[in-house]
């Protein structure tokens, strides 16, 4: 399991700790400093039913910044996997990846839902 976290990200902080309350093992990354992988953000989309928009932090000043809203209707998967490789801030996180499922966002009861059922 891999889990990609900001230090000043409320929701990484809160994902790890449930992570480690529930026993799991994982390794943390730095998303700003190692962003995911093309085959990682592919895996995510696809948990996500192709929903591109999903993969953004979406309230993150990098996207306001990149007029990322005005973009994104004409973005390719190609051209969105390459801005999320080079800026890890426009990824959301945390982002979640395990065998049984992939997460962006920290939600418990999704987490309960997806990781212990």
Not at 26 to 38: G, H, K
Not at 42 to 66: S, T, V
Not at 86 to 100: H, I, Q, T
Request: aromatic share 10%; charged share 30%.
């Amino acid at each position: 399991m891999k889990v990609y976290t900001y230090k000043g990200c409320d929701g990484c902080r809160k994902a790890t700790k449930w992570l480690k309350a529930q026993g799991f093992k994982f390794e943390e990354l730095p998303i700003r400093e190692t962003p995911p992988s093309a085959a990682e953000l592919h895996q995510m989309l696809d948990a996500y039913d192709g929903e591109l928009k999903r993969l953004f932090n979406i309230a993150g000043g990098d996207y306001r910044e990149m007029k990322m809203k005005d973009r994104m209707p004409t973005l390719s998967v190609e051209e969105a996997f390459e801005l999320l490789q080079a800026n890890g801030n426009l990824v959301k996180r945390p982002f979640l990846l395990a065998e049984s499922c992939s997460l962006v966002g920290f939600k418990e009861t999704d987490w309960e839902r997806a990781l212990l059922q």
